[in-house]
């Protein structure tokens, strides 16, 4: 929740989608919060290799992910679930752990770790 009230303001009200990954030490302290990707209205095509990279780069323990959705609908897409797949199995691989993959839009936000997505 904490990292909601972070990035919420950031990202809310955007009118194209932005990826934020934001790398955290073993004690889940911030080391850094980057912008991964920036896309379309409807579309951002982070890479899996490259946040995984900066993770090992930045020693971080473990990340959260965050991108808005700019129409306010929360649900994620079948890409935003595969992704998310993805980001925790190439983490495992690493020993980087995937704690989140927050979506916003709007007021609103949804959580892969809170609906059982991770």
Do not use: W
Request: aromatic share 6%.
């Amino acid at each position: 929740k904490d990292i909601v009230d972070i990035l919420m303001p950031q990202i809310r009200d955007l009118k194209t989608e932005v990826f934020k990954v934001v790398y955290l030490d073993s004690n889940n302290r911030i080391i850094d919060i980057v912008d991964a990707a920036t896309g379309t209205v409807n579309r951002a095509m982070p890479i899996v290799r490259e946040i995984i990279h900066s993770a090992l780069q930045k020693f971080a323990a473990s990340i959260i992910c965050a991108h808005n959705h700019p129409s306010g609908n929360i649900t994620p897409s079948v890409e935003d679930k595969k992704f998310t797949k993805e980001l925790s199995d190439a983490g495992k691989l690493m020993e980087v752990k995937l704690v989140d993959h927050i979506i916003i839009g709007g007021g609103n936000y949804y959580s892969f770790a809170d609906e059982g997505g991770l």
